[in-house]
């Protein structure tokens, strides 16, 4: 991901496009780690916007996953509704709201990645966070091209975390891991301008932490949820 100025967010520029890549995965999951591998490499590139949600469907099966929740498999399941398709599986990654594919092919990933870059992104947005007095962060968006019925996604995620494995299919490995999703918001786009705020666990490292927020537009069609803008901040830049 881009490094922004203290003093400055990074707005997804309105004539470029903005790869928005979310990845589905488990520490409990022994396919998952080349998985992480591709995302770590995504997320250094420009214009390149890299979640990653752990899912909790592999809790019960020897290692509970720390970072796992209900919400992020919630996630995954809109988007198999979106898709049309039949199950959940990790690792899966999907790049742009419509290309759903298993998560550690990195050929795959690259072709995906270079046609959302190539796309143009019809909104434009900009991010001003702010951390309050509470386990809270507001964030001000402005966005401007966005069609009815558009959604508005923000997250906080933590660039760089380990894990030391000790039970479950990945025992005994040590799992590294970039842009973790720590908190999750979707809303409704109603306006152009507006404030979202998210919960921070308390575990969350905020010197290490990012606000990436993207627009999606569903379908209806079993074709997704189009991104159609992104763009990231740090989460401690106004502190």
Request: hydrophobic share 40%.
């Amino acid at each position: 991901m881009p490094e922004a100025r203290a003093d400055e967010p990074l707005p997804a520029a309105s004539r470029s496009g903005a790869a928005v890549v979310e990845l589905f995965t488990s520490e409990g999951c022994s396919s998952c780690p080349p998985a992480d591998t591709v995302l770590a490499r995504l997320a250094t590139r420009p214009g390149v916007f890299a979640l990653s949600f752990h899912v909790d469907y592999w809790d019960d099966l020897g290692w509970p996953d720390r970072f796992a929740s209900a919400e992020n498999t919630a996630r995954q399941r809109t988007y198999a509704r979106s898709m049309a398709a039949r199950g959940l599986y990790t690792p899966q990654l999907v790049v742009g709201g419509t290309d759903a594919f298993v998560g550690s092919d990195g050929d795959h990933a690259e072709t995906s990645v270079a046609h959302a870059l190539a796309t143009p992104a019809s909104v434009r947005l900009v991010l001003h966070p702010r951390i309050t007095t509470t386990p809270d962060a507001v964030v001000a968006y402005e966005a401007s091209g966005a069609p009815p019925g558009a959604v508005l996604d923000v997250a906080v995620v933590e660039r760089s975390v380990s894990t030391d494995v000790r039970a479950g299919e990945s025992s005994g490995k040590t799992l590294h891991h970039a842009n973790v999703v720590r908190s999750f918001v979707t809303s409704p786009l109603a306006s152009p301008t507006g404030t979202v705020t998210l919960h921070l666990p308390p575990t969350l490292r905020r010197e290490d932490a990012d606000v990436i927020a993207y627009v999606q537009r569903p379908s209806g069609d079993g074709g997704g949820m189009p991104v159609l803008g992104a763009a990231s901040a740090r989460l401690d830049a106004n502190e």
